[in-house]
């Protein structure tokens, strides 16, 4: 199993609508949580990070994380087409501090 | 500087031959990472140096690779006898050592080409 699991296709949502996005990991020793944006040709740039369980909202995203089934999702309402692009799910470990990442997910905002 | 500045952006190479890519991370930044992202992949971890610590080189591909941070500051990633595999966006990012949800600032990248 890899470290950081983000294994749904590409998502495709109208203006407007709620896009939603999981991430899994294996490692229980995980204690940091990011995700990031990366439009297509540039960097990753961060938009949220979390460490406690439950919900952090700021604007229209939310990150929920749930320690005890290790996973971290991410809610982006009122999405805009200026949101299509692909989400990274990170994780950082106390242990090594490194941070590991998943495969990305593509989101299509549809005007 | 402000950001994180890697160079050169653009790197075309032959195969075979060996490459060097830099990294000027956010001053005061002691935790540097470096990244491999293949086009339409993730990222995938390449190794990790933290003050003066022994680095994480556990990402690293293969004994083709090596990586060294002089001073604190600036890293630069050898690639040696290039091949059409290695050809992707490499990644750097620093961040302030923290145990925590410190964010990782990350570069502009270079893309590397082996023809």
């Known amino acids: 199993q890899k470290e950081v699991e983000q294994n749904s296709g590409p998502l495709s949502v109208p203006e407007g609508a709620i896009a939603s996005l999981n991430c899994t990991y294996s490692d229980r020793g995980s204690q940091s949580f990011f995700w990031y944006r990366q439009y297509s040709g540039k960097s990753p740039e961060l938009i949220m990070f979390?460490?406690?369980?439950g919900d952090k909202e700021d604007g229209r995203f939310t990150a929920q994380l749930n320690k005890a089934s290790q996973y971290v999702s991410l809610l982006i309402r009122d999405s805009q087409p200026s949101d299509s692009a692909t989400y990274l799910c990170?994780?950082?470990?106390?242990?090594?501090?490194?941070?590991?990442f998943g495969k990305g997910n593509q989101v299509v905002v549809i005007p | 500087g402000a950001g994180v500045s890697q160079s050169p952006s653009n790197k075309v190479t032959e195969k075979g031959k060996d490459v060097e890519l830099r990294c000027d991370p956010i001053?005061?930044?002691?935790?540097l990472y470096w990244y491999r992202q293949s086009l339409g992949q993730g990222l995938e971890f390449l190794i990790y140096?933290?003050?003066?610590?022994?680095?994480?080189k556990s990402g690293l591909p293969s004994d083709r690779f090596s990586a060294e941070r002089t001073g604190g500051s600036v890293s630069t990633l050898t690639i040696q006898r290039t091949q059409q595999e290695d050809s992707a966006v490499y990644l750097c990012a620093s961040s302030l050592f923290d145990y925590g949800a410190t964010e990782a600032f990350f570069g502009q990248g270079t893309r590397l080409t082996v023809v």
């Open positions: 990170a994780v950082r470990d106390y242990g090594n501090n490194r941070l590991a």
């Open positions: 140096f933290q003050g003066n610590s022994a680095p994480d």
């Open positions: 979390i460490y406690s369980n």
């Open positions: 001053s005061g930044h002691t935790a």
